[in-house]
């Protein structure tokens, strides 16, 4: 996606693999990276494993840690940064019907 740095994603569970509704993706970014600042029509849920950010969530930037989980909800603005010296490590769960913003054929 346009607007990343130092980011990388992996699908660990997808529509690939059989999973009906949703898919289990995992993000490490570089410290300085980050993703892009965007939204979309689907929810998604994050689990930070290791590591610090700050995150953009509409207008607000909200600093947090490994163990820490949040609701990204539709068409909210938001963006992960990292904000230490190490990886930052999360789990992101989206619809199987989206793919990074593109709809599966037929959906």
């Known amino acids: 996606m346009d607007g990343v740095k130092d980011a990388r994603m ?3 569970v997808g529509r690939e693999h059989g999973a009906p ?5 995992h993000f490490v970014v570089a410290p300085g990276g980050h993703t892009p600042l965007h939204w979309h029509n689907y929810e ?5 494993l290791e ?3 700050d995150v953009t ?3 607000s930037v909200h600093r947090v840690r490994g163990g820490d989980v949040l609701y990204v909800a539709p068409n909210e603005m938001h963006q992960f ?4 010296t190490g990886d930052f490590r999360f789990l992101c769960f989206v ?3 989206f793919d990074c ?3 599966t054929p037929g959906s």
Do not use: D, Q, W
Request: charged share 20%.
């Open 10 to 12: 992996e699908i660990l």
């Open 21 to 25: 509704n949703f898919s289990m993706r």
């Open 44 to 48: 998604h849920e994050v689990v930070i």
């Open 51 to 53: 590591g610090e950010a």
């Open 57 to 59: 969530y509409g207008t």
């Open 81 to 84: 940064r990292n904000a230490g």
């Open 95 to 97: 619809p199987t019907s």
């Open 101 to 103: 913003g593109k709809p």
